[in-house]
């Protein structure tokens, strides 16, 4: 049995924060507010700092 010094409690609070940033607030991450696109996040249910023109 290999025990690694990995600390993933450490990493997984990090990964929630960040996550925790970019959903959108005002749909929750579903992308749709009462059945209609999201106007916040453009139905991609997340909030980007920088716009992609994709
Ligand atoms: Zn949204």
Known sequence: MIRQHTKPAKQATVT?????????RKCGGTGEVDGHVCPQCKGTGRIAELVNPA
């Open 16 to 24: 929630e924060t960040e996550a925790a940033d970019t959903v959108c």
